[in-house]
């Protein structure tokens, strides 16, 4: 699927095959559930579950969370890069 240009809120493309959207959209069903699911999800993923929702509803509620949990992931990532460094 082609992310029209107003939903690219990423420094860099967001590209959402058709087996990805699949592979995700059951994550997005709702707000209340949505942390546990979210645990083991990548940085990429994390990406293009923010666009499939804007794209989709655009709840507020989820995309927050989404943000929240990308903020997470990304600021460990960037600690574990840091560290490797380091040591």
């Known amino acids: 699927m ?3 240009t107003k939903f690219q809120v ?3 493309p967001i590209s ?3 087996k990805d959207e699949e ?3 059951h994550l997005l069903l709702g707000w209340m559930r949505l942390a546990p699911r979210m645990v083991g999800l990548n ?3 994390l990406q293009r579950l923010i666009v499939m929702e804007l794209l989709g509803k655009q709840r507020s509620k989820i995309v927050k969370r989404l943000l929240g949990r990308l903020k997470v992931v990304h600021g460990s990532l960037v600690e574990r890069r840091v560290m490797a460094l380091i040591k």
Do not use: I, Q
């Open 16 to 18: 959402l095959p058709s």
């Open 43 to 45: 940085e990429p993923d």
């Open 2 to 4: 082609d992310v029209p």
């Open 23 to 25: 592979r995700l959209s």
């Open 10 to 12: 990423f420094d860099h």
